[in-house]
Protein backbone atom coordinates (compact mmCIF):
# COMPACT_ATOMS: atom_id res chain seq x y z
CA UNK A 1 0.00 0.00 0.00
CA UNK A 2 1.34 3.42 -0.52
CA UNK A 3 2.48 5.20 1.86
CA UNK A 4 1.13 8.74 2.48
CA UNK A 5 4.13 11.85 2.43
CA UNK A 6 1.46 14.76 3.41
CA UNK A 7 2.20 16.02 7.01
CA UNK A 8 -0.59 18.22 9.31
CA UNK A 9 0.00 21.47 11.31
CA UNK A 10 1.35 20.37 14.89
CA UNK A 11 -2.43 21.00 16.95
CA UNK A 12 -4.68 19.32 14.09
CA UNK A 13 -4.98 15.22 14.10
CA UNK A 14 -6.53 13.43 11.28
CA UNK A 15 -8.86 10.47 11.97
CA UNK A 16 -11.12 8.66 9.84
CA UNK A 17 -14.02 8.96 12.45
CA UNK A 18 -14.48 11.55 14.41
CA UNK A 19 -17.92 10.16 17.06
CA UNK A 20 -19.02 13.60 19.09
CA UNK A 21 -21.13 11.79 22.04
CA UNK A 22 -19.54 9.51 24.63
CA UNK A 23 -22.79 7.83 25.68
CA UNK A 24 -24.02 4.72 25.02
CA UNK A 25 -24.34 5.64 21.13
CA UNK A 26 -20.49 6.76 20.90
CA UNK A 27 -19.05 3.40 23.07
CA UNK A 28 -21.16 0.60 20.67
CA UNK A 29 -20.12 2.74 17.72
CA UNK A 30 -16.67 2.51 18.81
CA UNK A 31 -16.57 -1.00 20.12
CA UNK A 32 -17.34 -1.87 16.21
CA UNK A 33 -15.00 0.80 14.74
CA UNK A 34 -12.27 -0.82 16.91
CA UNK A 35 -12.72 -3.88 14.31
CA UNK A 36 -15.36 -6.10 16.20
CA UNK A 37 -17.64 -7.77 13.68
CA UNK A 38 -20.95 -9.10 13.60
CA UNK A 39 -21.68 -12.64 12.53
CA UNK A 40 -24.54 -14.88 12.81
CA UNK A 41 -24.41 -18.05 14.65
CA UNK A 42 -26.84 -21.09 13.37
CA UNK A 43 -30.54 -20.55 13.99
CA UNK A 44 -31.95 -22.53 16.42
CA UNK A 45 -35.12 -24.30 15.45
CA UNK A 46 -37.58 -24.18 18.61
CA UNK A 47 -36.69 -20.09 18.62
CA UNK A 48 -40.05 -18.26 18.00
CA UNK A 49 -39.21 -15.39 15.76
CA UNK A 50 -40.68 -13.52 13.42
CA UNK A 51 -41.36 -15.95 10.55
CA UNK A 52 -40.12 -13.85 7.39
CA UNK A 53 -36.95 -12.94 9.37
CA UNK A 54 -36.26 -16.79 10.03
CA UNK A 55 -36.66 -17.58 6.56
CA UNK A 56 -34.17 -14.66 5.04
CA UNK A 57 -31.67 -15.44 7.95
CA UNK A 58 -31.92 -19.41 6.82
CA UNK A 59 -30.79 -18.33 3.55
CA UNK A 60 -27.79 -17.19 4.79
CA UNK A 61 -24.92 -19.42 5.86
CA UNK A 62 -23.79 -19.65 9.46
CA UNK A 63 -20.90 -17.31 10.44
CA UNK A 64 -22.00 -14.61 7.49
CA UNK A 65 -20.49 -11.38 8.26
CA UNK A 66 -23.23 -8.56 8.84
CA UNK A 67 -20.73 -6.36 7.20
CA UNK A 68 -21.59 -8.62 4.14
CA UNK A 69 -25.38 -8.69 4.34
CA UNK A 70 -28.69 -6.25 2.70
CA UNK A 71 -29.42 -5.33 6.25
CA UNK A 72 -32.40 -3.50 4.47
CA UNK A 73 -33.70 -6.33 3.22
CA UNK A 74 -33.33 -8.52 6.49
CA UNK A 75 -35.01 -5.97 8.07
CA UNK A 76 -38.11 -6.19 5.49
CA UNK A 77 -41.35 -6.34 7.52
CA UNK A 78 -40.54 -5.98 11.40
CA UNK A 79 -42.01 -4.17 13.60
CA UNK A 80 -41.34 -3.02 17.29
CA UNK A 81 -40.49 0.56 19.10
CA UNK A 82 -38.30 1.95 17.08
CA UNK A 83 -39.32 3.14 13.57
CA UNK A 84 -35.71 2.38 12.35
CA UNK A 85 -35.55 -1.08 10.76
CA UNK A 86 -32.23 -1.81 10.83
CA UNK A 87 -32.12 -0.91 14.51
CA UNK A 88 -35.20 -3.43 14.89
CA UNK A 89 -33.18 -5.91 12.79
CA UNK A 90 -30.12 -5.91 15.32
CA UNK A 91 -32.60 -6.03 18.12
CA UNK A 92 -34.02 -9.15 16.99
CA UNK A 93 -30.79 -10.77 16.99
CA UNK A 94 -29.38 -9.73 20.10
CA UNK A 95 -32.56 -10.53 21.82
CA UNK A 96 -34.66 -12.90 20.16
CA UNK A 97 -38.74 -12.45 21.65
CA UNK A 98 -37.19 -10.57 24.33
CA UNK A 99 -40.58 -8.63 23.98
CA UNK A 100 -42.23 -12.12 24.61
CA UNK A 101 -40.26 -12.35 27.65
CA UNK A 102 -38.23 -15.10 26.26
CA UNK A 103 -34.50 -15.17 27.62
CA UNK A 104 -32.85 -16.77 24.31
CA UNK A 105 -29.23 -16.28 23.61
CA UNK A 106 -28.10 -13.83 20.70
CA UNK A 107 -27.95 -14.92 17.01
CA UNK A 108 -25.15 -12.84 16.57
CA UNK A 109 -21.14 -13.92 17.52
CA UNK A 110 -18.65 -11.23 17.80
CA UNK A 111 -14.63 -11.74 16.35
CA UNK A 112 -12.32 -9.66 16.23
CA UNK A 113 -10.49 -8.51 13.07
CA UNK A 114 -7.82 -5.88 12.88
CA UNK A 115 -8.50 -5.26 9.24
CA UNK A 116 -11.57 -3.95 9.75
CA UNK A 117 -10.33 -1.67 12.44
CA UNK A 118 -11.22 2.19 11.82
CA UNK A 119 -8.88 4.76 13.29
CA UNK A 120 -11.57 6.77 15.33
CA UNK A 121 -11.91 9.15 18.38
CA UNK A 122 -14.53 9.71 20.74
CA UNK A 123 -15.35 13.25 22.25
CA UNK A 124 -17.13 13.52 25.33
CA UNK A 125 -18.10 16.33 27.82
CA UNK A 126 -17.64 13.90 30.84
CA UNK A 127 -16.95 9.98 31.65
CA UNK A 128 -17.54 7.40 29.53
CA UNK A 129 -21.72 7.35 30.00
CA UNK A 130 -23.22 10.40 29.04
CA UNK A 131 -26.16 11.66 30.80
CA UNK A 132 -26.24 8.48 32.67
CA UNK A 133 -23.79 9.83 35.20
CA UNK A 134 -26.12 12.84 35.45
CA UNK A 135 -29.35 10.95 37.20
CA UNK A 136 -29.88 10.66 41.05
CA UNK A 137 -29.50 7.67 43.08
CA UNK A 138 -33.48 6.97 43.61
CA UNK A 139 -33.86 6.81 39.81
CA UNK A 140 -34.46 3.61 38.00
CA UNK A 141 -34.35 2.66 34.89
CA UNK A 142 -37.34 1.92 32.28
CA UNK A 143 -35.65 -0.97 30.57
CA UNK A 144 -34.84 -4.20 32.43
CA UNK A 145 -31.11 -4.92 33.04
CA UNK A 146 -31.29 -7.34 29.91
CA UNK A 147 -32.24 -4.62 27.39
CA UNK A 148 -29.41 -2.19 28.89
CA UNK A 149 -26.45 -4.47 27.64
CA UNK A 150 -23.70 -3.18 24.89
CA UNK A 151 -22.78 -5.80 22.41
CA UNK A 152 -20.83 -8.04 23.30
CA UNK A 153 -22.40 -8.55 26.53
CA UNK A 154 -25.79 -9.95 27.22
CA UNK A 155 -26.83 -8.25 30.48
CA UNK A 156 -25.59 -5.30 32.36
CA UNK A 157 -26.64 -7.15 35.24
CA UNK A 158 -26.61 -10.97 36.66
CA UNK A 159 -30.61 -10.72 36.93
CA UNK A 160 -31.34 -9.49 33.72
CA UNK A 161 -35.17 -8.93 34.26
CA UNK A 162 -34.74 -6.53 36.83
CA UNK A 163 -34.83 -2.52 36.38
CA UNK A 164 -31.34 -0.99 37.41
CA UNK A 165 -30.65 1.70 39.74
CA UNK A 166 -28.94 4.65 36.94
CA UNK A 167 -25.46 5.16 38.65
CA UNK A 168 -25.45 1.15 38.64
CA UNK A 169 -25.72 1.95 33.89
CA UNK A 170 -23.33 5.02 34.78
CA UNK A 171 -21.05 2.23 36.53
CA UNK A 172 -21.70 0.23 33.47
CA UNK A 173 -20.45 2.06 30.88
CA UNK A 174 -17.20 2.87 32.92
CA UNK A 175 -16.41 -0.58 32.95
CA UNK A 176 -17.65 -1.22 29.33
CA UNK A 177 -14.79 0.83 27.83
CA UNK A 178 -11.80 -0.68 30.10
CA UNK A 179 -13.65 -4.79 29.78
CA UNK A 180 -13.67 -3.83 25.54
CA UNK A 181 -10.12 -2.05 24.90
CA UNK A 182 -11.60 0.87 24.16
CA UNK A 183 -9.55 3.47 26.38
CA UNK A 184 -7.55 4.77 23.75
CA UNK A 185 -10.25 5.65 21.36
CA UNK A 186 -11.23 7.89 24.18
CA UNK A 187 -11.41 11.30 25.01
CA UNK A 188 -13.05 13.39 27.87
CA UNK A 189 -14.02 16.49 29.55
CA UNK A 190 -14.05 18.03 26.36
CA UNK A 191 -16.28 20.58 24.41
CA UNK A 192 -16.99 20.23 20.70
CA UNK A 193 -17.89 23.69 19.59
CA UNK A 194 -17.82 23.44 15.59
CA UNK A 195 -17.98 20.89 12.88
CA UNK A 196 -17.51 22.36 9.50
CA UNK A 197 -16.41 21.62 5.68
CA UNK A 198 -12.59 21.27 5.38
CA UNK A 199 -11.28 23.45 2.33
CA UNK A 200 -10.50 21.08 -0.57
CA UNK A 201 -6.90 21.01 -1.61
CA UNK A 202 -4.78 18.55 -3.95
CA UNK A 203 -6.34 14.86 -4.94
CA UNK A 204 -4.99 12.60 -1.78
CA UNK A 205 -2.02 10.67 -2.50
CA UNK A 206 -3.19 7.39 -0.24
CA UNK A 207 -6.42 6.20 1.45
CA UNK A 208 -5.15 7.52 4.72
CA UNK A 209 -4.10 10.68 3.66
CA UNK A 210 -4.94 13.66 5.34
CA UNK A 211 -6.13 15.13 2.14
CA UNK A 212 -8.93 13.08 2.34
CA UNK A 213 -10.68 14.91 5.38
CA UNK A 214 -13.98 16.13 4.75
CA UNK A 215 -14.67 17.98 7.83
CA UNK A 216 -12.60 20.22 10.44
CA UNK A 217 -14.21 18.66 14.04
CA UNK A 218 -12.71 22.13 15.90
CA UNK A 219 -13.62 22.52 20.13
CA UNK A 220 -11.62 22.71 23.53
CA UNK A 221 -10.28 20.52 26.34
CA UNK A 222 -11.43 21.47 29.70
CA UNK A 223 -8.92 19.14 31.16
CA UNK A 224 -5.54 20.79 29.35
CA UNK A 225 -7.26 23.94 28.99
CA UNK A 226 -6.39 24.10 25.47
CA UNK A 227 -7.79 23.80 22.14
CA UNK A 228 -8.56 21.01 19.35
CA UNK A 229 -9.21 20.33 16.19
CA UNK A 230 -9.56 16.80 13.85
CA UNK A 231 -9.77 16.73 10.69
CA UNK A 232 -11.62 13.65 9.47
CA UNK A 233 -13.45 11.66 6.41
CA UNK A 234 -16.38 10.93 8.39
CA UNK A 235 -18.52 12.65 11.30
CA UNK A 236 -20.50 10.57 13.90
CA UNK A 237 -23.25 12.18 15.72
CA UNK A 238 -23.94 10.31 18.46
CA UNK A 239 -24.45 13.38 21.35
CA UNK A 240 -27.89 12.44 22.88
CA UNK A 241 -31.42 14.32 22.95
CA UNK A 242 -31.44 15.80 26.68
CA UNK A 243 -28.96 18.46 26.63
CA UNK A 244 -30.90 21.56 26.15
CA UNK A 245 -33.74 20.93 28.86
CA UNK A 246 -37.57 22.91 27.82
CA UNK A 247 -37.94 25.75 30.62
CA UNK A 248 -39.90 28.63 31.48
CA UNK A 249 -39.25 32.20 30.36
CA UNK A 250 -36.05 33.66 31.81
CA UNK A 251 -37.94 35.89 33.94
CA UNK A 252 -38.97 32.81 35.64
CA UNK A 253 -36.34 29.88 34.62
CA UNK A 254 -33.88 31.41 37.33
CA UNK A 255 -36.37 31.17 39.92
CA UNK A 256 -36.92 26.85 39.29
CA UNK A 257 -34.55 23.43 38.47
CA UNK A 258 -34.43 21.67 35.05
CA UNK A 259 -32.31 18.63 36.45
CA UNK A 260 -33.44 15.46 38.43
CA UNK A 261 -29.93 15.72 40.15
CA UNK A 262 -30.55 19.34 41.07
CA UNK A 263 -34.10 18.75 42.63
CA UNK A 264 -32.99 15.95 44.80
CA UNK A 265 -30.24 17.90 46.33
CA UNK A 266 -32.79 20.93 46.66
CA UNK A 267 -35.33 18.28 48.31
CA UNK A 268 -32.40 17.20 50.65
CA UNK A 269 -32.16 20.37 52.01
CA UNK A 270 -35.85 21.06 52.35
CA UNK A 271 -36.05 17.51 54.21
CA UNK A 272 -34.17 18.75 57.20
CA UNK A 273 -36.69 21.94 57.59
CA UNK A 274 -37.21 22.11 61.30
CA UNK A 275 -40.95 23.27 61.43
CA UNK A 276 -44.34 21.59 61.91
CA UNK A 277 -45.68 21.85 58.61
CA UNK A 278 -43.30 19.96 56.24
CA UNK A 279 -42.51 22.59 52.78
CA UNK A 280 -44.50 22.71 49.91
CA UNK A 281 -42.42 21.53 46.44
CA UNK A 282 -43.99 22.83 43.18
CA UNK A 283 -43.40 19.80 40.10
CA UNK A 284 -44.14 20.97 36.28
CA UNK A 285 -45.10 18.09 33.78
CA UNK A 286 -46.33 15.04 33.09
CA UNK A 287 -43.63 12.55 31.70
CA UNK A 288 -41.44 9.96 33.78
CA UNK A 289 -39.50 12.90 34.73
CA UNK A 290 -41.79 14.85 36.59
CA UNK A 291 -43.37 11.66 38.00
CA UNK A 292 -39.55 10.92 39.36
CA UNK A 293 -39.88 14.23 41.06
CA UNK A 294 -42.94 13.65 42.81
CA UNK A 295 -41.77 10.52 43.96
CA UNK A 296 -38.75 11.81 45.07
CA UNK A 297 -40.54 14.69 47.33
CA UNK A 298 -43.31 12.25 48.92
CA UNK A 299 -40.28 9.97 49.87
CA UNK A 300 -38.67 12.96 51.77
CA UNK A 301 -42.11 13.79 53.27
CA UNK A 302 -42.73 16.99 51.48
CA UNK A 303 -45.92 18.51 50.33
CA UNK A 304 -46.02 18.07 46.57
CA UNK A 305 -48.37 20.08 43.77
CA UNK A 306 -48.17 19.03 40.73
CA UNK A 307 -49.13 21.36 37.83
CA UNK A 308 -49.27 18.80 34.71
CA UNK A 309 -51.72 18.39 31.48
CA UNK A 310 -52.58 14.93 30.00
CA UNK A 311 -50.56 12.57 31.93
CA UNK A 312 -47.39 11.58 28.90
CA UNK A 313 -48.21 8.12 26.84
CA UNK A 314 -44.81 6.67 28.05
CA UNK A 315 -46.45 6.83 31.75
CA UNK A 316 -50.08 5.35 30.58
CA UNK A 317 -48.31 2.55 29.26
CA UNK A 318 -46.26 0.94 32.00
CA UNK A 319 -47.34 -2.10 33.19
CA UNK A 320 -48.60 -2.20 37.46
CA UNK A 321 -46.83 -4.95 38.06
CA UNK A 322 -43.85 -3.90 36.81
CA UNK A 323 -43.46 -0.18 37.53
CA UNK A 324 -45.90 0.28 40.36
CA UNK A 325 -43.80 3.52 41.33
CA UNK A 326 -44.95 5.31 38.13
CA UNK A 327 -47.95 3.53 37.92
CA UNK A 328 -49.40 4.89 41.78
CA UNK A 329 -48.36 8.52 40.26
CA UNK A 330 -49.90 8.06 36.95
CA UNK A 331 -52.97 7.06 39.13
CA UNK A 332 -52.56 10.27 40.98
CA UNK A 333 -52.41 12.31 38.46
CA UNK A 334 -55.78 10.90 36.60
CA UNK A 335 -58.03 11.19 40.10
CA UNK A 336 -57.14 14.78 39.78
CA UNK A 337 -58.75 16.98 42.63
CA UNK A 338 -60.59 14.30 44.11
CA UNK A 339 -58.25 11.71 44.88
CA UNK A 340 -57.32 13.28 48.37
CA UNK A 341 -53.83 11.49 48.50
CA UNK A 342 -51.67 12.42 51.39
CA UNK A 343 -48.36 15.61 50.93
CA UNK A 344 -50.07 15.65 46.65
CA UNK A 345 -51.89 18.20 45.68
CA UNK A 346 -52.90 18.14 41.74
CA UNK A 347 -53.41 21.01 39.30
CA UNK A 348 -54.13 19.89 35.90
CA UNK A 349 -54.33 22.12 33.10
CA UNK A 350 -52.78 24.86 35.14
CA UNK A 351 -49.93 27.16 34.05
CA UNK A 352 -47.72 29.19 35.69
CA UNK A 353 -48.05 33.42 34.70
CA UNK A 354 -46.18 34.65 37.87
CA UNK A 355 -43.56 34.14 40.42
CA UNK A 356 -42.93 36.31 43.26
CA UNK A 357 -40.13 36.01 46.36
CA UNK A 358 -41.58 36.30 49.79
CA UNK A 359 -40.32 39.26 51.22
CA UNK A 360 -38.65 38.69 54.51
CA UNK A 361 -38.36 34.82 53.40
CA UNK A 362 -34.98 32.93 55.72
CA UNK A 363 -34.08 29.47 56.41
CA UNK A 364 -30.99 28.78 58.97
CA UNK A 365 -30.68 25.59 57.07
CA UNK A 366 -29.84 27.18 53.52
CA UNK A 367 -27.00 28.44 51.69
CA UNK A 368 -27.73 32.10 50.76
CA UNK A 369 -26.65 31.15 47.58
CA UNK A 370 -29.73 28.60 47.03
CA UNK A 371 -32.34 31.29 45.69
CA UNK A 372 -33.88 28.62 44.54
CA UNK A 373 -34.81 26.91 47.10
CA UNK A 374 -36.74 30.29 49.15
CA UNK A 375 -40.08 30.87 49.59
CA UNK A 376 -42.00 32.00 46.32
CA UNK A 377 -45.05 33.18 46.04
CA UNK A 378 -46.57 30.79 42.30
CA UNK A 379 -49.85 32.30 40.87
CA UNK A 380 -51.19 29.65 38.19
CA UNK A 381 -54.10 30.10 35.61
CA UNK A 382 -56.22 27.58 34.99
CA UNK A 383 -56.49 27.50 31.33
CA UNK A 384 -60.15 25.89 31.40
CA UNK A 385 -61.81 28.64 33.53
CA UNK A 386 -59.67 31.13 33.52
CA UNK A 387 -59.16 31.36 36.94
CA UNK A 388 -56.25 32.34 38.92
CA UNK A 389 -55.01 30.53 42.15
CA UNK A 390 -51.83 31.53 44.28
CA UNK A 391 -49.60 28.80 46.17
CA UNK A 392 -46.22 29.74 48.19
CA UNK A 393 -43.19 26.82 47.73
CA UNK A 394 -39.90 26.71 48.65
CA UNK A 395 -38.71 24.85 45.17
CA UNK A 396 -40.10 24.49 41.64
CA UNK A 397 -38.97 22.02 39.66
CA UNK A 398 -39.84 22.36 35.71
CA UNK A 399 -39.27 18.73 33.58
CA UNK A 400 -41.08 19.10 30.68
CA UNK A 401 -38.69 17.68 28.63
CA UNK A 402 -35.35 18.47 26.51
CA UNK A 403 -33.77 18.75 23.29
CA UNK A 404 -30.61 17.74 22.18
CA UNK A 405 -28.19 21.25 21.74
CA UNK A 406 -26.76 21.01 18.09
CA UNK A 407 -24.89 24.20 17.76
CA UNK A 408 -21.67 23.31 16.99
CA UNK A 409 -23.09 22.23 13.70
CA UNK A 410 -22.69 24.41 10.62
CA UNK A 411 -26.21 24.88 8.90
CA UNK A 412 -25.54 25.91 5.58
CA UNK A 413 -21.49 24.14 5.26
CA UNK A 414 -21.12 26.71 2.52
CA UNK A 415 -16.71 26.30 2.03
CA UNK A 416 -17.15 30.07 0.32
CA UNK A 417 -18.09 31.49 4.41
CA UNK A 418 -14.92 29.62 5.60
CA UNK A 419 -11.78 31.73 6.57
CA UNK A 420 -9.18 29.62 4.67
CA UNK A 421 -6.07 30.42 6.43
CA UNK A 422 -7.84 29.34 9.69
CA UNK A 423 -9.04 26.54 8.21
CA UNK A 424 -6.71 23.12 8.17
CA UNK A 425 -5.40 21.53 4.94
CA UNK A 426 -3.12 19.18 4.06
CA UNK A 427 0.28 20.87 3.31
CA UNK A 428 3.57 20.19 2.49
CA UNK A 429 6.87 20.88 3.77
CA UNK A 430 7.77 23.49 1.64
CA UNK A 431 4.21 25.03 2.06
CA UNK A 432 4.34 24.35 6.24
CA UNK A 433 8.03 26.46 6.47
CA UNK A 434 6.75 29.38 4.76
CA UNK A 435 3.84 30.31 6.78
CA UNK A 436 4.53 28.46 9.85
CA UNK A 437 5.83 32.04 11.41
CA UNK A 438 2.60 33.25 10.80
CA UNK A 439 0.36 30.55 11.87
CA UNK A 440 2.15 30.89 15.42
CA UNK A 441 1.36 34.04 15.75
CA UNK A 442 -2.25 33.73 14.83
CA UNK A 443 -3.30 30.24 16.00
CA UNK A 444 -3.82 30.54 19.86
CA UNK A 445 -5.83 33.83 19.62
CA UNK A 446 -7.91 31.99 16.95
CA UNK A 447 -8.32 29.16 18.30
CA UNK A 448 -9.18 30.27 21.95
CA UNK A 449 -12.13 33.05 20.29
CA UNK A 450 -13.29 30.53 18.08
CA UNK A 451 -14.41 28.83 21.71
CA UNK A 452 -15.64 31.74 23.07
CA UNK A 453 -17.84 32.70 20.74
CA UNK A 454 -19.51 29.41 20.31
CA UNK A 455 -19.96 29.37 24.02
CA UNK A 456 -21.34 32.65 24.63
CA UNK A 457 -23.10 32.33 21.65
CA UNK A 458 -24.74 28.97 22.69
CA UNK A 459 -25.56 30.87 26.39
CA UNK A 460 -27.31 34.20 24.30
CA UNK A 461 -29.06 32.43 22.24
CA UNK A 462 -30.27 29.82 24.68
CA UNK A 463 -31.76 32.48 26.68
CA UNK A 464 -33.58 33.96 24.01
CA UNK A 465 -35.35 30.85 23.62
CA UNK A 466 -36.87 29.98 26.70
CA UNK A 467 -39.92 32.21 26.26
CA UNK A 468 -40.43 30.22 23.27
CA UNK A 469 -40.07 26.87 24.97
CA UNK A 470 -42.76 28.00 27.75
CA UNK A 471 -45.65 28.34 25.35
CA UNK A 472 -44.72 24.33 24.50
CA UNK A 473 -44.03 23.30 27.34
CA UNK A 474 -46.25 24.45 29.87
CA UNK A 475 -49.94 24.23 27.63
CA UNK A 476 -49.86 28.05 27.03
CA UNK A 477 -53.17 28.89 25.75
CA UNK A 478 -52.36 32.48 27.63
CA UNK A 479 -50.95 33.52 24.00
CA UNK A 480 -50.48 37.03 25.40
CA UNK A 481 -49.35 39.82 23.50
CA UNK A 482 -45.16 40.82 24.60
CA UNK A 483 -45.53 44.14 23.39
CA UNK A 484 -46.06 46.48 26.27
CA UNK A 485 -49.44 48.60 24.89
CA UNK A 486 -50.86 45.51 24.09
CA UNK A 487 -52.46 43.26 26.65
CA UNK A 488 -55.40 41.36 24.93
CA UNK A 489 -55.14 37.43 25.25
CA UNK A 490 -58.39 36.22 23.28
CA UNK A 491 -58.68 35.61 19.72
CA UNK A 492 -54.49 35.84 19.41
CA UNK A 493 -53.56 33.34 16.18
CA UNK A 494 -50.58 31.27 16.31
CA UNK A 495 -48.23 31.52 12.93
CA UNK A 496 -45.92 28.66 12.59
CA UNK A 497 -44.81 25.40 14.12
CA UNK A 498 -45.62 23.38 16.85
CA UNK A 499 -42.29 24.10 18.40
CA UNK A 500 -42.79 27.69 18.07
CA UNK A 501 -40.15 28.25 15.88
CA UNK A 502 -40.20 31.65 13.59
CA UNK A 503 -43.37 32.23 15.62
CA UNK A 504 -45.88 35.15 14.87
CA UNK A 505 -48.77 36.33 17.40
CA UNK A 506 -51.07 38.20 15.62
CA UNK A 507 -53.17 40.57 18.07
CA UNK A 508 -56.71 41.36 16.69
CA UNK A 509 -57.08 44.41 19.08
CA UNK A 510 -60.45 46.39 19.05
CA UNK A 511 -58.96 49.86 17.93
CA UNK A 512 -55.63 48.18 15.81
CA UNK A 513 -54.04 44.84 14.39
CA UNK A 514 -50.63 44.46 14.61
CA UNK A 515 -48.11 41.46 14.60
CA UNK A 516 -45.53 40.92 16.90
CA UNK A 517 -42.65 38.85 15.80
CA UNK A 518 -41.46 37.05 18.75
CA UNK A 519 -37.22 35.79 18.33
CA UNK A 520 -36.81 32.54 17.04
CA UNK A 521 -34.77 29.90 18.99
CA UNK A 522 -31.18 29.48 17.51
CA UNK A 523 -31.15 27.82 14.66
CA UNK A 524 -27.41 26.60 15.57
CA UNK A 525 -28.46 24.64 19.07
CA UNK A 526 -31.86 23.51 17.95
CA UNK A 527 -30.36 21.77 14.39
CA UNK A 528 -32.96 23.66 12.20
CA UNK A 529 -32.22 22.39 8.75
CA UNK A 530 -31.67 18.43 9.83
CA UNK A 531 -35.10 16.93 10.91
CA UNK A 532 -37.57 15.25 9.26
CA UNK A 533 -39.07 18.49 8.83
CA UNK A 534 -36.40 20.54 8.45
CA UNK A 535 -38.32 24.04 9.38
CA UNK A 536 -39.02 22.72 12.81
CA UNK A 537 -35.80 22.05 15.10
CA UNK A 538 -34.70 18.60 16.03
CA UNK A 539 -36.24 16.56 18.95
CA UNK A 540 -35.71 12.57 19.45
CA UNK A 541 -39.54 12.31 19.92
CA UNK A 542 -41.46 14.07 17.08
CA UNK A 543 -39.26 15.48 14.51
CA UNK A 544 -35.61 12.82 14.60
CA UNK A 545 -32.74 14.03 12.24
CA UNK A 546 -33.76 12.85 9.15
CA UNK A 547 -31.26 9.86 7.79
CA UNK A 548 -31.02 7.30 5.47
CA UNK A 549 -32.55 4.30 7.10
CA UNK A 550 -29.98 2.03 5.22
CA UNK A 551 -26.57 4.03 6.13
CA UNK A 552 -27.44 6.52 9.01
CA UNK A 553 -25.93 9.42 7.00
CA UNK A 554 -27.91 12.70 6.96
CA UNK A 555 -30.10 13.57 4.50
CA UNK A 556 -29.95 17.36 5.01
CA UNK A 557 -26.23 17.24 5.65
CA UNK A 558 -22.65 16.91 3.39
CA UNK A 559 -21.76 13.39 2.70
CA UNK A 560 -19.80 11.24 5.53
CA UNK A 561 -22.25 12.90 8.62
CA UNK A 562 -24.46 10.13 10.36
CA UNK A 563 -26.20 9.85 13.22
CA UNK A 564 -27.62 7.19 16.07
CA UNK A 565 -29.43 7.03 18.80
CA UNK A 566 -32.47 9.67 20.78
CA UNK A 567 -30.70 11.97 17.86
CA UNK A 568 -32.71 9.34 15.52
CA UNK A 569 -35.48 8.79 17.81
CA UNK A 570 -34.02 5.36 19.10
CA UNK A 571 -34.60 6.33 22.83
CA UNK A 572 -33.86 2.96 24.26
CA UNK A 573 -30.46 1.38 24.65
CA UNK A 574 -31.51 -2.34 23.09
CA UNK A 575 -31.70 -0.10 19.61
CA UNK A 576 -28.53 1.45 19.65
CA UNK A 577 -26.56 -1.32 17.96
CA UNK A 578 -28.50 -1.38 15.20
CA UNK A 579 -27.81 2.86 13.87
CA UNK A 580 -24.17 1.67 14.88
CA UNK A 581 -23.87 -1.25 12.12
CA UNK A 582 -25.86 0.33 10.17
CA UNK A 583 -23.54 3.27 9.54
CA UNK A 584 -20.53 1.10 10.30
CA UNK A 585 -21.22 -1.62 7.67
CA UNK A 586 -21.48 1.75 4.92
CA UNK A 587 -18.04 2.78 6.11
CA UNK A 588 -16.89 -0.31 5.53
CA UNK A 589 -18.66 -1.22 1.72
CA UNK A 590 -17.11 2.27 0.68
CA UNK A 591 -13.87 2.14 1.81
CA UNK A 592 -13.69 -1.51 -0.07
CA UNK A 593 -15.39 0.42 -3.68
CA UNK A 594 -12.69 3.01 -2.82
CA UNK A 595 -9.94 0.35 -2.65
CA UNK A 596 -10.92 -1.21 -5.64
Not at 506 to 531: D, L
Not at 552 to 567: C, I, T
Amino acid sequence: MKTCQHTLSDDVVYKEVVVIGNGPSGMVTSFMLAGNVPHLKQLPEDLPIDEMLRARLSNLPPGQSLYETDLIELAEGLEGRSQNPIPLLVDNLLRPCADLGIQADSLIEWKYDVEKQIDHVVLGRGPPGGAWHTFPAGVRTLSPAGWLALPPHSSASSAPTARLPARAVAAYCRRYVHACGLQRFFRSGVIVSSVTLAPRGPPPCAPACPRNALFCVSGYDKTECRPFRYVCRRVVLAAGAGDRPNSLPPHLAAKSLHSLAAVQRGLQLLARHPGNKPPSVLVVGSGVSAADAVRLARSAALDVRHVHRTPADALARLSPQAYPDYCHVYKMMIDGPTGNYQNYTPYPEHMIVEITPVPGSKDTHINEKETSLRLKRVKLLNLITNETVEITVCLIAVLIGSKPDLFFLQTNFNINNMDIKNCIKCIDEDEKRKIEDENQRQCFLKNHWHYIKAVLGQSIQSCKSRYLNYTEINGNTNTKCIVPDCNKRNGITKIGSSDNVGLLEKCECEEKSNVCQCQPTNPYSSGIGFGIDPKKPVDGRSNPIAIDKSTHELLNAPKGMYALGPLTADNFIRFIPGGALALVAHIHKESKMTAE
